[in-house]
């Protein structure tokens, strides 16, 4: 176990002695870094009975994400909930609007109150940190409804503090790429449907299995682009061909290959020229 710096070590402190004053914590639970080390830290500092982690096993969820969450629960002697969120079934939803985060995230605060339910002196917690209050996000209007709170932002602690935490414990997925829901991929005010969230998943697992790691295939409704780390270009042009038959294969008309390499919450920048221009 690697050494934290005073900096991360005071932090660190400051995480137990804002979960030690609590009783027990329900914890949205992605299988995410971010939710991961919240749940973490919950079991450690709370111990077993008092921390429980919950996962909905929704259509936007990668089925490898879930597996991995399941398997980290099992792994760190976790109590695990799995539920079955209903948002492709609301039309604010998967009409995806500006603010689809605000739904989705409103669908599941609003079912982990019946988790809340069985422990009523728990805390509902997110996995929300320092950056993230900064960025674009429409589902922290839901967590603040919800009365959800946020450990890491609380102490804040930035991505890459949290990151640092993660890997002084071992935790296995400390440096694993963010991996945003699939809904994600899909530009605003297109229509979000189950076969468009499985022909992305299907595609970025093409890309993962070539060797990709941190990918994004984009779904514009006739085609799918192609997204993945910019030092990577070379190599997923020398086998554009084979990409573009595969990722074919699974349902799309077209493909096309971003030449800006992968950033992470592109389909923002429409926003961002929006507000410019009013």
Same mark, same amino acid.
């Given at each position: 176990?690697?050494?934290?710096?005073?900096?991360l070590q005071d932090k660190l402190n400051?995480?137990?002695?804002?979960?030690?004053?609590?009783?027990?914590?329900?914890?949205?639970?992605?299988?995410?870094?971010?939710?991961?080390?919240?749940?973490?830290?919950?079991?450690?500092?709370?111990?077993?009975?008092?921390?429980?982690?919950?996962?909905?096993?929704?259509?936007?969820?990668?089925?490898?994400?879930?597996?991995?969450?399941?398997?980290?629960?099992?792994?760190?002697?976790?109590?695990?909930?799995?539920?079955?969120?209903?948002?492709? $079934?609301?039309?604010?939803?998967?009409?995806?609007?500006?603010?689809?985060?605000?739904?989705?995230?409103?669908?599941?605060?609003?079912?982990?109150?019946?988790?809340?339910?069985?422990?009523?002196?728990?805390?509902?917690?997110?996995? $929300?940190?320092?950056?993230?209050?900064?960025?674009?996000?429409?589902?922290?209007?839901?967590?603040?409804?919800?009365?959800?709170?946020?450990?890491?932002?609380?102490?804040?602690?930035?991505?890459?503090?949290?990151?640092?935490?993660?890997?002084?414990?071992?935790?296995?997925?400390?440096?694993?790429?963010?991996?945003?829901?699939?809904?994600?991929?899909?530009?605003?005010?297109?229509?979000i449907t189950r076969e468009k969230l499985?022909?992305?998943?299907?595609?970025?697992?093409?890309?993962?299995?070539?060797?990709?790691?941190?990918?994004?295939?984009?779904?514009?409704?006739?085609?799918?682009?192609?997204?993945?780390?910019?030092?990577?270009?070379?190599?997923?042009?020398?086998?554009?061909?084979?990409?573009?038959?595969?990722?074919?294969?699974?349902?799309?008309?077209?493909?096309?290959?971003?030449?800006?390499?992968?950033?992470?919450?592109?389909?923002?920048?429409?926003?961002?020229?929006?507000?410019?221009?009013?």
């Amino acid at each position: 176990m690697k050494k934290l710096s005073p900096q991360l070590q005071d932090k660190l402190n400051q995480l137990e002695a804002w979960y030690t004053e609590r009783q027990g914590s329900i914890v949205a639970f992605s299988g995410g870094i971010d939710s991961t080390l919240v749940l973490f830290l919950a079991r450690k500092f709370q111990g077993k009975e008092n921390a429980i982690g919950v996962i909905s096993n929704s259509e936007s969820l990668k089925t490898k994400d879930f597996q991995l969450a399941k398997t980290f629960c099992k792994d760190f002697d976790i109590q695990l909930e799995i539920i079955k969120t209903e948002e492709l $079934t609301d039309l604010r939803y998967n009409q995806n609007p500006e603010n689809r985060c605000y739904f989705c995230k409103e669908h599941l605060f609003h079912d982990l109150q019946d988790i809340k339910e069985k422990y009523p002196d728990f805390d509902v917690l997110s996995g $929300t940190n320092q950056d993230d209050l900064a960025d674009y996000r429409p589902g922290l209007q839901a967590a603040a409804k919800y009365k959800i709170l946020a450990p890491m932002a609380a102490c804040k602690l930035s991505k890459e503090e949290l990151r640092q935490i993660a890997k002084h414990f071992d935790l296995p997925n400390w440096d694993k790429p963010a991996s945003p829901c699939l809904s994600s991929r899909i530009p605003y005010n297109h229509h979000i449907t189950r076969e468009k969230l499985q022909q992305v998943e299907d595609a970025e697992n093409i890309l993962n299995d070539l060797g990709f790691i941190d990918v994004r295939v984009r779904h514009y409704g006739s085609y799918g682009q192609v997204e993945v780390q910019k030092t990577e270009l070379e190599k997923l042009f020398s086998i554009e061909n084979e990409v573009i038959e595969k990722i074919k294969a699974v349902g799309f008309e077209d493909v096309r290959i971003d030449r800006e390499g992968l950033v992470s919450g592109k389909l923002n920048r429409v926003l961002k020229v929006a507000n410019q221009q009013k």
